[in-house]
């Protein structure tokens, strides 16, 4: 059975950092683009940052450029969505979620498997 499990989040202060992992399970970890998704009340759901296992390409979304790392960890099969310089407007339910083929692509319905993610609360 595929499944992923999240884990890493919480409340912070606007400038604070999170660690977000992700724990997969029930398919090949090592060839697989996995990604990091997000959403907010009353809004659509939406991409964060997403990689290729195999060799580590990974992608982001511009608001996510330079204050969000995703890496991976292949012996673990264990993503993780470091978070820095937090803001209000990250506040959302972030999820990960395994590609449903070889496209790489941060296009929510590219993706299945989805988690049931884990909340993150941005507020001072």
């Known amino acids: 059975e595929v499944q992923v499990v999240e884990s890493g989040g919480g409340l912070v202060q606007p400038g604070g950092s999170l660690l977000l992992s992700c724990v997969a399970s029930?398919?090949?970890?090592?060839?697989?683009?996995i990604g990091w998704f997000r959403q907010a009340p009353g809004k659509r759901r939406e991409g964060v940052s997403c990689i290729k296992t195999i060799d580590g390409t990974t992608t982001y979304l511009d608001f996510a450029k330079g204050r969000f790392s995703i890496s991976k960890d292949n012996d673990l099969d264990t993503l993780n969505l470091e978070m820095n310089d937090l803001r209000p407007e990250d506040t959302a339910l972030y999820s990960c979620a395994k590609s449903g083929g070889p496209r790489f692509s941060l296009a929510p319905h590219s993706y299945d498997n989805w988690g049931q993610g884990t909340q993150v609360t941005v507020t001072s």
């Open positions: 029930g398919f090949d970890f090592d060839d697989v683009t």
